[in-house]
């Protein structure tokens, strides 16, 4: 069995703090997916740019890379954020309903 950061959210004695933590992981999950994202469209408009303004064959080479970069960089994104949410799933559903605020 692989070692999950998560591991030590696996007890059922976790508390408020333990919870808004991993509330907080999911922000940042979702943060960086977005982020990810953004890269991906940026290096896609940046290739078909450099090829559509480029006058030497040079210019369009970096073109023709940055575009197929871009969508790797979104794939590996949507791929990485799917993953950590799993795991992030799996711990919250390990959580017993919190009632009251102690």
């Not at 999911?26 to 078909?48: D, K, M, Q, W």
């Not at 064959?57 to 871009?70: E, K, L, N, Q, T």
């Amino acid at each position: 069995m692989t070692k999950s950061p998560y591991t030590k959210f696996e007890s059922s004695e976790l508390i408020l703090r333990d919870e808004l933590a991993i509330d907080r992981t999911i922000l940042a999950n979702e943060r960086t997916l977005l982020s990810y994202l953004r890269s991906g469209v940026s290096l896609v408009i940046a290739g078909v740019s450099i090829m559509h303004f480029s006058q030497q064959s040079w210019f369009w080479a970096v073109g023709v890379i940055c575009i197929p970069v871009g969508v790797i960089t979104g794939i590996f994104g949507v791929v990485r954020y799917r993953t950590i949410n799993r795991s992030i799933t799996v711990v919250r559903r390990q959580l017993p309903k919190l009632t009251e605020i102690e």
